[in-house]
């Protein structure tokens, strides 16, 4: 199993338990090397001490022999027998002493072999020993000295042989032991030394194993990372490791494609934006312009508008006027058949007063021509308009009826009176036919009177229509007015959209979304 697929807290715990497993065998083989020191040292100190005894206890033979010969050859000297019995026994005492102790401390069937052959010599000797201190005692000296050569010295002999057997197996032992302690300490400093150069090196394998199993996927990582910092999202992280750091690194994958996905989503809308803000602006100028040129128009028609007003208004004024001239006239002609004497001086005032309507109706006749005129250039200014203008179309359509029928109306009263001017013109030679004529211009000055009225309406039809076309009109300036500072509005606001789109663009497009689109500088 590859390190990659372990946890990193899996891997510290293989790493720090291999060292601590290594570390507790260390410690398992220094304890047992520490008692085996301790058992080898104690067995050394013992073979010591058993030599030591075993050295004092042939010293003190030696010295008690010694002193046994001094007492068997001074026959004749009680003081030395004196001097030397108390101390023999006081010896004798001390080696049985120390008999007793090696006795407890020899171990090993040689060596008990040796202490009871050594007991049975000092046994056999103190026996002899006896028998010349008897005869001493006794006061056969030749009898002592005799025992002293053929039975104590002997013994005593073969005592201390043993002694040296003993003292030397024992001395033997102590070296061997001794040295074996020695070899094995060292033996033991040795492997110590090898189990702990082991350690080491193991730590130091696991160590860097580990270390470079963990700080690898990290620099691949802090690399990703400082890449995506930099706008580079061109790259593909894919990482097979199931620990830790592959989890990051995949996580780095799926953060770096869910950015390159959302910066091509906002490079293709700041796109769309900027190119939509665009014609958007581009409509608004055009709007703009088209705006300004309608509410021009509409200041012309406004302008065109007030002057067909005052020359409706004049138009009424002089309907009016010939109504009233009518209305005399006719009084006249009512009056002409009782006073034909004065249908002279009648026709005559007829005769003025036909000439001014003449002139009123030539007057009324040039109005109804310019208000045609005017209701002409105000359809046309209409029809620019659009579906803004429609209503102001019906009207101006309405105007120019009128005015064609103020025209035709004209046109009739000036034949009219025409043919009155003739009549009052043959007046002097028709008198005799005064009465029926002044029943013709009643008639005639009834319908003259008739059609001024017709006139008078139509012409404050005219006033009125002409009224609410400047009223549409004023309105159909203020909200060009209002639609041109909306479209203002509207421009500069598409202007700041474009110009936000542009900055928008410059930031994403800092990122690399692949290896084919390098990212442009902001």
């Known amino acids: ?17 291999a060292v601590l497993v ?17 058992a080898g040292l104690t067995a050394s100190l013992s073979s010591q001490q058993q030599a030591g005894l075993a050295q004092e206890w042939k010293g003190k033979t030696e010295l008690n022999v010694a002193r046994a010969v001094a007492i068997a050859k001074s026959s004749g000297q009680p003081e030395v027998q004196a001097y030397f019995d108390p101390l023999v026994k006081q010896t004798s005492a001390e080696i049985g002493v120390i008999q007793k102790q090696l006795e407890g401390l020899v171990s090993g069937d040689e060596g008990k072999t040796l202490m009871t052959t050594v007991a049975r010599q000092r046994e056999d000797y103190i026996a002899k020993r006896n028998l010349v201190f008897g005869a001493i005692k006794q006061a056969d000296y030749l009898l002592a000295e005799s025992l002293l050569k053929e039975k104590m010295l002997p013994a005593s002999t073969a005592y201390l042989a043993a002694m040296d057997k003993v003292h030397a197996f024992h001395t033997t032992r102590a070296a061997q032991e001794s040295t074996t302690l020695e070899a094995g300490i060292r033996t033991a400093g040795k492997v110590l030394l090898g189990l702990l150069g082991l350690a080491l090196a193991l730590g130091a394998t696991m160590a860097f194993v580990i270390t470079r199993s963990v700080t690898v996927p990290l620099h691949e990582g802090v690399a990703a990372a400082a890449t995506i910092a930099e ?29 390159r996905t959302l910066v091509g989503e906002v490079r293709s809308s700041t796109d769309s934006i900027q190119t939509a803000s665009s014609e958007v602006a581009m409509g608004n100028q055009d709007l703009s312009a088209r705006t300004e040129q309608t509410a021009s128009n509409l200041q ?10 005052g020359t409706v208004k004049h138009t009424a004024d002089a309907a009016l006027q010939a109504k009233q001239l009518a209305l005399s006239a006719a009084e006249v002609a009512a009056r002409g ?3 034909v004497a004065q249908v002279v001086a009648t026709m005559e005032d007829i005769n003025g007063s036909s000439k001014k309507i003449a002139d009123i109706i030539g007057v009324i006749d040039g109005i109804a021509f310019q208000t045609n005129i005017l209701a002409l250039n105000a359809a046309v200014e209409a029809a620019r308009a659009g579906e803004q203008g429609r209503g102001f179309a019906v009207v101006a359509g309405e105007v120019r009826s009128l005015a064609q029928r103020s025209a035709t109306a004209a046109r009739e009263i000036k034949g009219l009176i025409g043919a009155s001017v003739d009549k009052v013109a043959g007046g002097s030679r028709l008198v005799a036919d005064a009465g029926r004529t002044m029943t013709e211009i009643v008639g005639s000055v009834q319908r003259v009177s008739d059609i001024i009225g017709e006139i008078t309406v139509a012409s404050n039809e005219q006033s009125s229509g002409i009224s ?55």
Request: charged share 20%; hydrophobic share 45%.
């Open 231 to 259: 706008g580079d999202l061109s790259q593909t992280l894919i990482s097979t490791r199931r620990d830790e750091l592959g989890d990051m690194l995949r996580t780095l994958g799926r953060m770096q494609a869910a950015l």
């Open 22 to 38: 290594l570390l507790l065998f260390i410690v398992f083989f220094a304890w047992r090397q520490l008692q085996s020191t301790d």
């Open 337 to 339: 058949g009782s006073v």
């Open 468 to 522: 609410q076309i400047n009223g549409a009109v004023t309105q159909l300036d203020q909200m060009t007015q209002q639609n041109a500072a909306l479209v203002e509005e509207s421009a500069a606001a598409a202007e700041s959209l474009r110009e936000q789109a542009a900055r928008l663009s410059q930031v994403v497009s800092t990122f690399r979304l692949d290896a084919r689109t390098p990212a442009m500088a902001a």
């Open 300 to 309: 012309q028609t406004a302008s065109s508008m007030e002057q067909v007003t």
């Open 1 to 17: 199993m590859s390190l990659n697929n372990l946890r990193i807290a899996t891997r510290l715990g293989l790493g720090f338990g």
